[in-house]
């Protein structure tokens, strides 16, 4: 297919690409959180798949994250995080995602019992074979619940640290509101001494100066959303100068409304203003869909050329934590695309 008749979300969907933001307990399909809780002989707090599928009617990001937790109780062995990590896995690299880095919530695991060497050993199993029959890189990034305690934080950074190895970074998540970034500083303080980098969600609900605040106080390297940067221009001239890539997911955010449509979503301007945007997927079991899935629906509302998408493309792979040989060859096979 050559350019004269690839359309641009055809570029868009078949070009070399990486996933900086998506959480694996946000992969867990309706159908794999049955069939694991039949295996595990738990009963979901759904009649079936259907009555869980209906339950994905989301108000804000509070409404959403407690269907989350309450599926993520599907979750309970090795072979289940393996399964799950194989799962999102497969519809990635069959949307050409080449890289992904991936967030786990110890903390929700943990707090039932599930200990956090069994965590890891099914997302490390699931990887492993993810790389041998794909080729896909993956990163881990262990994010702390920012509606925990910073005690929890740390306790849970301190059990983290015989798993270093399997490591790469650590986040910030959960409910943004009234729990700022700041809370979180002699967490990501420790982080660093233990030689990671850090990311956080920010600007998502909350406003931009937790995006500030996250650069400031926690060190962060990249932002997860940051959306709302847009509201200070102060925030979104830092952000383009530093070349702070933010990992944008446009379906969550029309999903758990912070944009009515995906119309008045920002990610036009944030380019604008030349921001080093990429596009993520986020929780894509919840919020209607995978890679492809994003770029299909801001195709739709905003008819992006093939150029734009492809600056989207090299923004994920040089923003991410890939090996410099992967990336090199990732943005040729990019620009090969482009040429051919
Ligand atoms: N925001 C905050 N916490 C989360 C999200 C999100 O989009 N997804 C999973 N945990
Ligand atoms: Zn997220």
Request: aromatic share 8%; charged share 25%; glycine share 6%.
């Amino acid at each position: 297919m050559s350019l004269v008749t690839m359309s641009a979300v055809d570029f868009a969907c078949r070009m070399p690409k990486a996933e900086l933001h998506v959480h694996i307990e946000g992969t867990l399909e309706p159908d794999l959180a049955f069939a694991l809780a039949r295996r595990n002989g738990l009963t979901l707090p759904f009649r079936d798949e259907e009555a869980l599928r209906a339950a994905k009617n989301f108000t804000d990001l509070q409404s959403f994250l407690d269907l989350y937790y309450a599926c993520a109780d599907a979750l309970r062995t090795a072979e289940d995080f393996s399964d799950l990590m194989l799962a999102y896995l497969a519809r990635a690299q069959a949307d050409h995602v080449v890289h992904a880095e991936i967030f786990f919530d110890p903390q929700t695991h943990t707090a039932r019992g599930v200990p956090l060497a069994v965590v890891i050993e099914g997302l490390d199993a699931g990887r492993r074979e993810g790389k041998k029959r794909w080729g896909i890189t993956t990163r881990l990034i262990l994010c702390f619940l920012r509606h925990l305690s910073e005690e929890d934080a740390l306790s849970t950074l301190k059990s983290a640290e015989p798993f270093l190895a399997s490591i790469d970074g650590f986040g910030l998540d959960s409910s943004e509101r009234d729990h700022p970034p700041r809370k979180f500083e002699r967490a990501f303080a420790r982080v660093r001494a233990l030689g990671r980098p850090g990311v956080a969600h920010a600007g998502e609900e909350g406003p931009p100066a937790y995006i500030s605040e996250a650069l400031d106080l926690l060190k962060a390297v990249r932002i997860d959303h940051g959306v709302r940067a847009v509201e200070d221009p102060r925030v979104l001239r830092r952000l383009a100068a530093e070349g702070i890539a933010l990992t944008v997911c446009p379906l969550s955010n029309v999903r758990l409304c912070v944009y009515p449509t995906m119309a008045d979503h920002v990610l036009p301007q944030l380019l604008e203003a030349g921001v080093k945007v990429t596009v993520n997927s986020d929780d894509p079991a919840y919020f209607g869909g995978y890679m492809n899935d994003n770029i299909r629906a801001l195709q739709a509302a905003f008819d992006f050329d093939i150029p734009t998408w492809a600056l989207l493309g090299r923004n994920s792979i040089e923003a991410s934590w890939a090996a410099p040989a992967d990336k090199k060859r990732w943005l040729l096979a990019l620009e090969n695309l482009l040429r051919s």
